[in-house]
């Protein structure tokens, strides 16, 4: 159990800045997400707390101590690589006792922990198997293990289960956060994959160009996008770019009402609603009267997905995307004429 | 498989092994003119036995192809995983460098070494064969261990280092574990690099001096003893065990996860 802190962290492969500044602290028992596209630098800030990227500048502290200067095998950290790296010579026992028969520790305590290890996750009697012998997940789990055997003070998790399927993902997310919450211990890990961000962490960290754009619960990440980064990568966004007009977000063809703080009279600004906060209507009749944010339109397509719907209605010269749940008899079909809804506090005022 | 595939796989296997059985069968063969019928006979043998050159010479040629196995699967091995995983000034100059000394005739090679150990005062000699069979032996040491380093990249170093190993650790119970199959293939490639070595060998052996190869050259242009046919055989046993040998260590080793 401890605490990161990243300060002013930088950067740079040749002209490519991956960290340009980045201060950042996770708390003791926290799980975190670093979230971003391929190349935003979140992989380069992970590999830098497991002391693989030496920093142009700027500090690392865990637990108040800089550990800039420390090498990787002096850490102290669990890492779980993403495809494994398991250790293809050896068996799924000896990969997990590894950090401890390096540590000079006894045969039987070694014997007795990478027991308890197998138990934690659920591979009891594959201790003799090797690691090409195992499925994707078992592979992952194994490697989980190996990571945790030493009591690591923080965790790290590069994609984790990126190579997975979306099932057994599925299912290794919710196994994942069961362990750590187990151990108790502080776990980092990477993803590109914002539902995945949103599933297992209590903190999302957003990172896009080598800076941390926002960081929160998901919650607040999710409901609550500063930019139009944020509101674009995490799940879907409706943008609304405008002036500011009356109190209102002119835009083409009317003025959103928020209820955010908006800046001064005629300046610029970008109102992001989410796809499932927009409520569709064949008149306003049925509409609630808090849906103030009204666009006439027609639909112009409707993908079935299951227990959703998502449209893409035309209103004016913008498109509109819209999740409903499949509760209403039939789908609304193409071309019928709608007006699509929306409240003013779900209309978020996101910097550019 | 076609059978005109198979037939064409038999043609060759038959080309290739036809000089050797026929070698080999002459070892056994009491006639020095290769006379048929063949009568069976270790004659040749138990002449190999008494003939001191012949014997001297193979046992300088295993000693060198020893020696230089030795030495360049360690510098061969140090150099590979040198420019497999460490970012330094002229590395791809200097791994560029290495691939002419393949390609360049041996011939040249050995003239120009010649020249270069006369120069400067190394001379000729067994030392010298050594050393030039160990530069020689380098470059194919560092391609094949490279191969198998490419293949594994970092990650497994870097697994090893965060779960507190230290970087010898890391060399000894992880790195090597995983390359020892193209390690160990590697120094094949560099016995039989060294003890298959005649232009350079010739070039740097004074009179008096020689390996297996140059005495059997020798032995041919003076004029041909069947004693060559029984050495010839009992080297290509040798070599055909150690070949199969490997080839069930590498396929053993050479497991890997997916």
Known sequence: ?352 | MSRLSQALLGAVLVFLYMPIVVMVVMAFNRSALYELPIEWDTVWFQALAGNERLLTASMNSILIALANTVIATVLGTMAALAFARFRFRGRNLMRLLLLPTITIPWLIIGTAMLVLFFWIGIGRGLHAILLGHVALSIPYVVIVVGARLAGFGPALEEAAASLGASPWQTFVRVSFPVIAPGVVAAALFAFAVSFDQFVISYFLSPPGVSTLPVEIYAAIRKGFTPEVNAISAIIILVSMGLMLAFARLYRFGGERGS
Do not use: C, W
């Not at chain 1, 990227?53 to 108040?64: E, M, N, P, R």
């Open chain 1, 1 to 352: 159990m401890s605490r990161v802190e990243a300060r002013a962290v930088r950067k740079a492969y040749g002209a490519v800045k991956a960290l340009d500044g980045v201060s950042l602290t996770f708390e003791d028992g926290s799980f975190s997400a670093l979230l971003g596209p391929s190349g935003s630098g979140k992989t380069t800030l992970l590999r830098a707390f497991a002391g693989f990227v030496t920093l142009d500048s700027g500090t690392i502290a865990i637990d108040g101590k800089l550990v800039n200067d420390v090498p990787p095998h002096r850490r102290d950290l669990g890492m779980v690589f993403q495809n494994y790296a398991l250790f293809p010579h050896m068996t799924v026992a000896e990969n997990i006792a590894f950090g401890l028969s390096v540590r000079g520790a006894a045969r039987a305590a070694i014997a007795e922990r990478v027991e308890a290890m197998l138990r934690l996750v659920r591979l009891e009697g594959f201790g003799a198997r090797k690691p090409r012998q195992l499925s994707g997940g078992q592979q992952q789990r194994v490697a989980l293990a190996r990571a945790l055997v030493t009591r690591p003070r923080v965790l790290l998790l590069d994609e984790p289960l990126g190579a997975l399927d979306r099932r057994l993902r599925q299912e290794m997310q919710i196994e994942l956060k069961q362990i750590q919450r187990e151990v108790g211990i502080t776990a980092i890990f990477v993803t590109h994959d914002q539902e995945e961000a949103l599933t297992l962490a209590d903190r999302v960290a957003v990172i896009n160009e080598g800076r941390l754009v926002q960081v929160g619960m998901p919650g607040e990440v999710y409901e609550r996008p500063a930019t139009r980064f944020v509101a674009g990568f995490l799940g879907d966004a409706n943008l609304f770019e405008g002036r500011v007009a009356g109190g209102r977000v002119a835009v083409g063809g009317g003025a959103i009402a928020t209820e955010d703080a908006l800046p001064t009279e005629g300046a610029p600004a970008i109102l992001a609603v989410r796809p499932e906060k927009v409520v569709l209507a064949a008149d306003a009749a049925g509409l609630d009267a808090d849906l103030v944010n009204r666009l006439e339109g027609r639909i112009v397509q409707a993908v079935y997905a299951g227990s959703a719907i998502t449209y893409i209605v035309e209103a004016g010269d913008r498109r509109l995307i819209v999740f409903e749940q499949n509760r209403a008899a039939a789908p609304l079909g193409p071309d019928t004429a709608v007006i699509a809804a929306f409240a003013p506090r779900h209309a978020v005022l996101v910097q550019p």
